[in-house]
């Protein structure tokens, strides 16, 4: 039978020579890729030509496959994923988790790392660690971001040219054939401890110097006086019900605040039935973080430290206090020295000073309130911190003596962070073998030969003992994304040991452990933590304290204007300076962001700038405008010029500045233009480095500078009335006197519609009704929160708020779906500070949802306020009539997910193009919608972790509990100010917490009945000052009313 | 007992010696002539204002809302200060059109046709601002209540940005409708004078083929009442809707009752002065000042006194309510964030204060109602004040509320936002000159019905008709029908 013959067309049918053509050319119309049609030869058809389809599908496949490259592909697998749980788990889109550590230039946190599809994207505390129990700080959070960060160096280099890890090795072992120094910052591991060991030793004449930029040298010194021990004793902030503190910030930067912001919340957590609180006494020469929550607060310049120390020395010991004037100081030092000595055996006492004699006097006095055994204890050490200055200045000199051969930096940034950093340049020039192991082009590693990059801790093997004893593990979650070599791995080479660090630590720790099946457990865990031990003490040299005692007093101070060098909780000693999350992370003390400036206290404000704080139009004038007054400092012939702002809570003849800031442009587009370095106005003391000086000049320069402040207005009273439904504030006294004012304060405030018990029904003329199944509902006990930040930044990374840059910031375009507000009550010089976090409340009466003209904002019938990204037009009519103020416009397109092509450039800065960088993006949480341009979003109480919750329980068939869900903030607060669950259950905590606390308990703006499900509760400080203010209050009534109004009609 | 044909207290609705050919020749002289060297300039000012206000969106549409300077705090500023401005504005067309045709006001016939061109075009105007404040602007539709595939998903008719849609645009349409009935008869007029066949032909179809038949006349009449009917609760509704942006909501100095009426007595006001502005300028330039008479300037300078002395009594009542709720919020924003003059922007509040209050009392002076200067100086300042007006309800309730935290920096608009503006600007007096040049700016055929009764050249046939005694007038009229 003959074939049928089917055809298309005449031409298919007659075989027609120009259907043959058209049959070989698969595309009619020209592809793109082809530039020019002219390159074709003649009669070449397209899959003939240079870049036919092929090509062109490689190059899609090739974008497209570059990150996965980076994850997975070429490196052995054993360094790809390190499975903690069985491989056949891991399920594309579930999240997987390692314990591993944070750790950096000595600080030391215990982690989670959340791994998604290969990629770490998120940190949390690991809660089973005992020593921050889950708790995480602000570059805790913001670490992971530095993983991806476009600044990393991307391979090893000689004299920045790129070079193999083999010719380096090769170099270097011609080089170092003399002695080497290594100058590290505070190194916490013991395997990288030995393995430098094994370097020095391999080395002769070699030494290790640890260097910390913001060192606590003085106490390592002073414990050695006091007790002959070079060490830092662990301190118990919970057992104290009696702390004072000589500005040592340890909730925010000092030593470990992680972990002392953890102890210190144990003292601060309130029972309702049972009050009673620790009492924290400060003094304070530049407001900050810690000092805004102390229950006391006193100031004083830097340079009375020392004598404050003496005269509380003094007045623990029943003698008088000598040598202060000042009368408000001097009963504050009476104060802190009563409290003390009533809670004898549970006081603690601190001091931030690197003045070896001040802390030999504090520890005299901790030895007198029996602190040694009880808050201090001697059997553990703190080794976060183990540099002592004079160690390295001792090295620059030799340096610049030319007696060095070789230095390796691991670290250390000295060149950026000493003082006196020309001294280390001019050395360095003289020193023949340079070796940097930092992961960024910094101040120190362009000045040296070699650079071998380290890795970043998610990229790396190792251990940290933050406490001697506890050991937390560090593995790695993702392989190295550039050609990075550990700082161990090269030294055991150039040691001439064979082994690689990986199979060094395994078998460092297998030995310890007791075999590999222990040491993969206790990886798993991430944490190794050692039998409980009993808190001892130590016995005082007593003879040290009388030197100490007469240095100290002999020092008359003068009456020049003092300047007092700080830490940033998020820049820190300028770590976080490259990182986009923390230079937009407000400054808790003053909601700045992108920049450091000097701090001046409100009455230095009105001879210096002319701007008096309580004249209503110059507070005004003041604070509606970014640019700032810029002043000239100048100390000991050093001068820097930066913008002022004005910081209640500052001693009057005191300026700070923070240091961390004017970094080089190679670490990241973030240091750009913001800030300037404060290093070089620090002295060097018999070689400590002091971060004070009293010799200060300032002069208005008539130039403005803009500061990109969140908060602008930090008093809730007003000429019209105290806005006291905003915030509540009690002290603990008061409190027990009349434990339910607030609740009674509420109940006036709700009286003209219903009263507390009917107004949700009569608060309204619309029908009420049930809301049965899940409730989601947060308290905030704004009695633990000290307004670090962490949870700021944590909401930054799980719900992918986009980084805006300094430019959008000043014009309030700032994203952040959670804000750590601050206010000031009191006395503007030496304000009462509370912080409150703020994020969406989440009202179940909402403003925003009846005002939204396309239903893009709702309610779910778990009590959520939901934003539908898709359906919202962004008329912004739901943020204007938002009362908190917490919904965010994307007002440009911040996260490159617009359809507009070319639409970020000239309108947003570098920062944000490069958090648009495909690398970058990387650190993306899938789980959560990138907004784009146009769109209003807001806290949507982690809704992506909520339904995972629910899924979780689904799945096993039971119902859900509150261990099921931790929203982002609640997980990264360190001291757990945060509560969250289903409030319809009786037995969750939030229920259990809301029913505990109902005198302390309220809703912010609650007379709107808005209804919202988040509750605070309310501030109560234990400070025994305003109780002194009542009495007095009370027996001239009359008078002092009338003085109210007047400072009122100030404001 | 003789009758007064003529009005012995009303002076006259048209000045001069008019015959009906001559008020044809005059008003639509404008339309047939070349237009004047001035006409030119204008249009070109206009074209470019109009340009810039389009390049202004570009950069809006594309960037972002974040090309202008609101804030977290400040989500509405000069977009929505001018989106209430101009409907504002539109406001007197339809209260002229309508409410003084129900009232039978006769003087209404002279400035009726601009003031309701003027109406629908600054309703044009109103309308760019909520549609282009959206930050996706190509998702507008979404306001639409139609049926469609995505659930379906309805609009929220809970929120008064909906009922705005549905106000302004009924406002527009009924609007448009009147003002093009009544052209009708003008447009036949320009269409039977024409003097090409392009003229003839297009005016042909836009007078929808009227040969003034009596027929035809009484449809036009049936059909202005329904229409002045259907526009007078317009009047009231579209401004009362407009402040319920801002009466619905819970931020003090917005969450407030008198907004309604306040509002309306604020729109004629603001209204009637920019139809003072246009037409002084218009009666001018087109040699129209028999018919816009200073009569009508004296009339309307009436109605502006008394709107802007309802507006005034409407803001002390507000800040005496501040006061009297001891509200916390509320009094400071009405006596902190407005009224205290050193505060941020005390100097609009006060600005405000002046120019709406303050300055149309001197209205209560004939001589000064009948300047022609003043009046137009005032009329400026007039729109001046009702611009502050909504910029310090918008702006200075927004930008200090309930959370001091959250109080924002100082907001002045960046360029675009001001082209944005501008533009409209543009886009208000592109039309007008379009409009001057290619329709009789004043109503021919109703300017005609009043002329009999009020035209100098008709008056010699009252005097014959006056001088009949009455008795022999009823005598002979009695029996009629």
């Not at chain 2, 009758?3 to 050919?21: A, T």
């Not at chain 2, 409209?424 to 700016?441: E, Q, S």
């Amino acid at each position: 039978m003959e074939q049928k013959k089917h055809w298309q067309s005449f031409g298919e049918l007659n075989n027609s020579e120009a259907f043959n053509k058209e049959v070989q050319n698969e595309f009619k119309e020209e592809l793109p890729f082809v530039e020019d049609e002219s390159t074709l030869e003649k009669g070449e058809s397209f899959l003939q030509t240079k870049a036919p389809r092929r090509d062109f599908l490689k190059y899609v496949g090739f974008s497209t496959a570059a990150a996965a490259v980076a994850a997975s592909c070429e490196m052995p697998i054993k360094k790809a994923i390190p499975f903690a749980n069985k491989p056949e788990d891991i399920v594309p889109g579930i999240a997987e988790y390692y314990a591993t550590t944070y750790v950096q230039d000595g600080d030391v946190v215990s982690v989670l790392a959340k791994v998604r599809d290969g990629r770490p994207i998120k940190l949390e505390g690991n809660e089973l660690s005992p020593i921050t129990a889950g708790g995480t700080s602000a570059r805790v959070q913001a670490s992971v971001l530095d993983l991806y960060d476009t600044a990393r160096l991307r391979f090893p280099s000689t004299s920045g040219k790129e070079a193999s890890f083999e010719a380096i090795d090769k170099a270097i072992a011609a080089e170092l054939n003399g002695a080497a120094v290594i100058v590290t910052s505070s190194i916490t591991s013991p395997s990288t401890k030995q393995v430098i060991a094994q370097f020095l030793a391999k080395h002769a004449g070699s030494k290790h110097i640890t260097y910390d930029a913001v060192s606590h040298s003085a106490m390592l010194l002073a414990n050695q006086a006091s007790y002959g021990k070079t060490i830092i004793p662990t301190y118990h902030f919970e057992k104290a019900k009696a702390i004072v503190s000589l500005s040592a910030d340890f909730l925010g930067t000092w030593l470990s605040p992680v972990e002392f912001a953890r102890q210190y919340a144990v003292g601060k957590k309130l029972d309702e039935k049972n009050p009673a609180m620790s009492r924290h006494i400060h003094f304070e020469t530049v407001a900050s973080m810690t000092g805004s929550n102390a229950d006391e607060k006193y100031l004083c310049r830097p340079s009375e430290l020392p004598m404050i120390a003496a005269a509380l020395l003094s007045a623990v010991n029943g003698g008088e206090i000598t040598g202060i004037t000042d009368a408000k100081l001097k009963a504050g030092i009476q104060a802190a020295a009563k409290t003390l000595t009533a809670h004898k055996g549970a006081a603690l006492v601190v001091s931030g000073s690197n003045n070896v004699n001040e802390q030999i006097i504090v520890n005299a006095i901790n030895n007198a309130v029996g602190a040694n055994g009880s808050t201090i204890n001697f059997a553990e050490t703190l080794n976060y911190r183990q540099g002592i200055d004079s160690n390295f200045a001792s090295f620059v000199e030799e340096m610049n003596a030319g007696k060095v051969n070789a230095v390796l930096f691991y670290g250390a940034n000295p060149v950026y962070t000493w003082p006196a950093a020309d001294k280390v340049k001019s050395g360095l020039a003289k020193v023949k073998t340079t070796i940097s192991f930092n992961a960024k082009l910094d101040e120190t590693t362009a000045l040296c030969k070699y650079s071998i990059p380290a890795p970043h801790f998610l990229e790396s093997w190792g251990d940290a003992e933050p406490v001697s004893g506890h050991i937390s593990f560090i593995q790695p979650t993702i392989s190295p994304l550039f050609k990075t070599r550990a700082f161990e791995d090269s030294l055991l080479k150039w040691s001439g040991d064979a082994t690689d660090y990986t199979t060094y630590l395994k078998n460092y720790w297998s030995a310890k452990l007791g075999g590999e099946t222990a040491w993969n457990k206790t990886l798993q865990a991430g944490v190794f933590i050692p039998a409980d031990v009993n808190n001892i003490g130590a016995s005082i040299n007593s003879s040290a304290v009388a030197t100490a005692v007469a240095a100290v007093t002999a020092n008359k101070p003068n009456n020049k204007i003092e300047l007092a060098l700080y830490q940033k909780v998020g820049i820190g000693a300028g770590q976080g300076a490259s990182n986009p999350w923390l230079q937009e992370l407000p400054d808790p003390v003053t909601r700045a962001t992108w920049d450091n400036y000097i701090i001046v206290s409100p009455s230095m404000a009105r001879t210096l700038l002319n701007i008096d704080l309580n004249n209503a139009g110059q507070a005004d004038a003041y604070e509606v405008k970014p640019p700032k007054q810029v002043v000239k400092l100048t100390v000991d012939g050093k001068s820097i010029e930066l913008p002022v702002l004005i910081i209640p809570g500052t001693h009057p003849q005191t300026v700070g500045i923070a240091v961390g800031y004017g970094r080089a442009e190679a670490v990241g587009k973030s240091v750009i233009g913001t800030g300037k370095n404060a290093y070089p106005l620090a002295s060097i003391e018999n070689g400590l480095v002091q971060f004070a000086s009293s010799n200060v000049t300032l002069t208005a320069t008539g130039e403005t500078y803009p500061v990109a402040l969140t908060q602008t207005h930090f008093r809730y009273d007003t000429a019209q009335g105290n806005r006291t439904e905003v915030m509540k504030e009690i002290t603990l006294a008061e409190y027990i006197k009349h434990p339910t004012e607030i609740l009674e304060e509420r109940e006036a405030e709700l009286k003209p519609y219903g009263g507390l018990e009917n107004y949700e029904a009569q608060g309204t003329i619309y029908p009420v009704y049930a809301r049965p199944g899940i409730k989601w509902g947060m308290s905030v006990d704004l009695n633990s929160c000290n307004g670090c930040g962490a949870c700021v930044v944590a909401c930054n990374a799980e719900n992918n708020v986009a980084v805006v840059g300094k430019p959008e910031v000043l014009r309030g375009h700032e994203m952040h779906w959670l804000r750590i507000d601050k206010y000031f009550s009191g006395d503007m010089d030496n304000p009462k500070v509370v912080f409150q976090p703020l994020m969406c409340q989440h009202c179940d009466n909402a403003p925003c949802e009846n005002v939204c003209p396309v239903a893009a904002t709702n309610h779910s019938s778990e009590g959520l306020n939901q934003m539908t990204y898709n359906r919202c037009i962004g008329t912004r009519y739901c943020a204007n009539n938002c009362p908190f103020k917490v919904r965010r416009f994307n007002w440009a397109d911040y996260s490159g997910a617009d359809s507009f092509p070319d639409n970020q450039r000239d309108v947003l800065n570098d920062v944000v193009l490069d958090m648009n960088d495909d690398l970058t993006r990387m650190v993306l949480n899938p789980d959560v919608t990138v907004r784009s341009r146009g769109v209003i979003e807001k806290c949507s109480f982690c809704v992506q972790r909520l339904q995972a919750a629910k899924l979780d329980a689904k799945k096993e068939s039971r119902p859900m509990v509150d261990s099921d869900v931790k929203v982002a903030c609640q997980q990264s607060c360190p001291t757990n100010a945060i509560n969250f669950g289903n409030a319809n259950d009786k037995h969750s905590a939030i229920t259990k917490v809301r029913v505990e606390n109902p005198n302390r308990q309220f809703y912010v703006l609650e007379q709107l009945h808005v209804l919202p499900n988040v509750t605070y509760l309310a501030k109560v400080r234990n400070s025994e000052e305003e109780e002194h203010a009542e009495a007095a209050h009370d027996t001239k009534a009359a008078h002092d009313t009338k003085a109210e109004h007047k400072t009122e009609a100030a404001h | 007992m003789h009758i007064k044909y003529e009005s012995q207290l009303r002076e006259p609705l048209v000045y001069g010696e008019k015959n009906f050919h001559q008020v044809t020749e005059d008003i639509l002289r404008p339309i047939e002539v070349k237009p004047s060297r001035l006409w030119y300039i204008g249009f070109f000012i206009a074209v470019t204002l109009l340009l810039f206000g389009v390049f202004s969106l570009y950069r809006e549409v594309t960037y972002g809302i974040g090309q202008w300077n609101l804030n977290k705090t400040i989500g509405w500023g000069w977009d929505i200060t001018n989106f209430v401005w101009w409907v504002g504005i539109g406001h007197a067309g339809t209260l002229i059109s309508a409410v003084l045709l129900l009232f039978r006001q006769g003087w209404r016939t002279g400035v009726n046709r601009a003031a309701e061109a003027m109406t629908i075009f600054a309703v044009m105007c109103a309308g760019q601002f909520p549609i282009f404040h959206m930050g996706r602007v190509w998702l507008a539709f979404f306001i639409m209540p139609y049926p469609n595939s995505r659930g379906p998903l309805w609009v929220n008719f809970n929120s008064p940005l909906l009922w705005d849609v549905f106000a302004i645009s009924t406002y527009f349409t009924v609007s448009l409708l009147f003002w093009y009935s009544g052209l009708l008869p003008d447009l036949a007029t320009v269409r039977d004078r024409a003097f090409t066949k392009l003229r003839q032909k297009l005016y042909g179809i836009a007078a929808f083929g009227w040969t003034g038949s009596t027929k035809h006349w009484q449809r036009h009449e049936s059909l202005s009442l329904v229409l002045a009917g259907l526009s007078t609760p317009l009047v009231l509704s579209v401004h009362t809707i407009v402040s319920f942006d801002f009466a619905t909501s819970v931020i003090p100095g917005w969450h407030t009752t008198i907004f309604p009426p306040y509002f309306v007595a604020g729109a004629i006001f603001s209204g009637f002065a920019m139809v003072q502005s246009l037409l002084i300028v218009v009666r001018k330039v087109f040699g129209l000042t028999d018919y816009i008479t200073i009569g009508h300037i004296d009339l309307m300078n009436k109605v502006i006194v008394l709107t802007g002395s309802i507006v005034g009594i409407a803001y002390l009542t507000e800040l005496f309510m501040g006061w009297y709720s001891q509200n916390k919020y509320e009094g400071y924003t009405f006596w902190y964030s407005r009224a205290y003059l050193f505060s941020p922007y005390g100097w609009s509040y006060w600005g405000m204060m002046t120019c709406n209050v303050l300055s149309p009392q001197i209205f209560w002076s004939r001589k000064m109602r009948r300047n022609v200067f003043v009046t137009f100086f005032m009329s400026i300042i007039v729109n001046i004040g009702m611009w502050f007006e909504r910029f310090v309800i918008i702006v200075t309730s927004l930008y200090r509320d309930y959370l001091p935290s959250s109080w924002s920096v100082y907001y002045s608009p960046s360029i675009w936002e001001v082209g944005f503006y501008l533009g409209t600007f543009g886009l208000f007096f592109t039309c007008f000159f379009l409009f001057a040049k290619y329709f009789p700016v004043i109503a021919v055929a109703e300017i005609k019905y009043v002329l009999k009764r009020s035209g100098e050249s008709f008056k010699p046939e009252f005097e014959k008709l006056e001088a009949e005694p009455l008795d022999k007038f009823v005598h002979d009229n009695a029996h009629a029908h």
